[in-house]
């Protein structure tokens, strides 16, 4: 399973709720400092397998067709070394990002016979990887102190990356058949994964 994640230096990269009394809305416990435009951010470019993580790339600037053919060829080729795994034996899964179904990334993937997992255009995300994105972000957030620049949160993403367990990812890929059986009986709409 593979994807791409946003990493904010500091606050969300959503809205926020806080439940609080009447009168308290601008009691100093229940506001959050804000940076403009959050401080900065770092995406990255991740994949997993059921023998672990891959390598987490730093994407500078904006995903290309090309930058992600440079990826799936020294990334995800790097990744199935480095972990000793013929990418044969695999299903290489991936979103519709256009990008990823670019000519580019499905010529690479025809001449490195790699096989490519059928994914619906429009369904719920039942990526696993979401899943390890949000652990990733925790593990980094519950972090003393925390990142205070684009490179120091660059270098604890890596760090806690590399730190997932492997009984964490495998209790993911054997969330796969009840994610499938849900999404199922919710008839392709939303599910709680």
């Known amino acids: ?3 791409e994640s946003i990493f904010r230096v500091f606050g969300s990269d959503g809205r926020e709720w806080c439940w ?3 009168g308290e809305h601008f009691d100093p416990r229940f506001t959050k400092k804000q940076v403009k435009h959050g401080g900065g ?7 997993i397998t ?7 790339v730093r994407i500078e600037g904006n995903l290309t067709a090309d930058l992600y053919r440079d990826i799936l060829q020294e990334d995800v080729l790097g990744s199935f070394s480095d972990l000793g795994l013929d990418p044969n034996d695999f299903y ?11 000519r580019v990334a499905k010529a690479w993937f025809e001449e490195n016979q790699v096989d490519v997992l059928d994914w619906p255009a429009n369904s719920p995300d039942m990526n696993i990887i979401e899943n390890l994105w949000d652990y990733l972000e925790r593990r980094v957030r519950s972090r003393d102190p925390l990142p205070t620049s684009e490179d120091t949160l660059w ?3 890596k760090e806690e990356w590399y730190k997932i367990p492997l009984s964490y990812i495998m ?5 796969c058949p009840q994610r499938v059986a849900d999404l199922y009986r919710a008839g392709g709409n939303a599910t709680r994964y």
């Open 20 to 22: 609080r009394k009447p």
């Open 155 to 157: 270098e604890a993403l």
């Open 171 to 175: 209790t993911l890929y054997e969330s």
């Open 41 to 47: 951010k770092v995406t990255v470019w991740g994949m």
């Open 50 to 56: 059921p023998h672990g993580v891959g390598r987490l």
């Open 92 to 102: 290489f899964q991936q979103d519709n990002d256009p990008k990823h179904t670019s």
């Open 1 to 3: 399973f593979s994807d």
